[in-house]
């Protein structure tokens, strides 16, 4: 994975080295991948048991400071405070397709467009934003068909204590889905 060397804020340069830079970008663009666009939260986002486990599995990635609001966002309804992509507008109306043999994320594109840093609360930050197109199979009305999205996605994170890790202390989504249904 390269990031274009354009996109990079000089704030970035002067607080990281090239390999914490490489190391942030692959953290969160994974993190983008297969948690904020393909989350077991897709297919039944409102299920507390299912936002419990997501949880669980994954809050080691989140600053222990910001977890409870985090965490809070998760259980919400709030369409604005999506920290992995919740497709509401689907409960109850229609799904994901499913099968063993198959992925439900069809097409998956992430495009990063900026990186800044900065220093707040004596963590110093590193932000990353992309630019993501994605569709999924879907069942609406008993028949099968993909449903598009656009997105604009951004995570703010800051070094774990463990050399290479990271840790997400913020986000910014912003999701723009074609209903199937």
Do not use: C
Request: glycine share 8%; hydrophobic share 35%; aromatic share 8%.
């Amino acid at each position: 994975m390269t990031i274009n060397p354009g996109i990079i804020d000089p704030s970035v340069k002067s607080r990281f080295t090239d390999d914490e830079i490489a190391s942030a970008s692959k953290f969160i663009l994974k993190f983008m991948a297969e948690e904020g666009i393909d989350s077991t939260l897709n297919g039944n986002p409102l299920d507390a048991g299912n936002v419990n486990d997501w949880w669980e599995r994954n809050k080691a990635k989140i600053n222990p400071s910001d977890q409870e609001e985090l965490h809070t966002d998760l259980q919400g309804q709030d369409p604005n405070k999506n920290l992995v992509w919740r497709p509401l507008h689907r409960q109850g109306k229609y799904d994901l397709a499913y099968g063993a043999d198959r992925t439900h994320v069809l097409t998956r594109t992430i495009t990063p467009k900026s990186m800044k840093a900065t220093e707040s609360n004596g963590l110093t930050l590193l932000g990353l934003q992309a630019d993501v197109n994605f569709t999924m199979a879907v069942v609406a009305q008993g028949h099968e068909t993909v449903e598009p999205t656009n997105a604009e996605m951004a995570y703010i994170v800051t070094k774990g204590q463990e050399p290479g890790t990271w840790l997400i202390t913020g986000y910014n989504t912003y999701f723009t889905t074609t209903p199937a249904g």
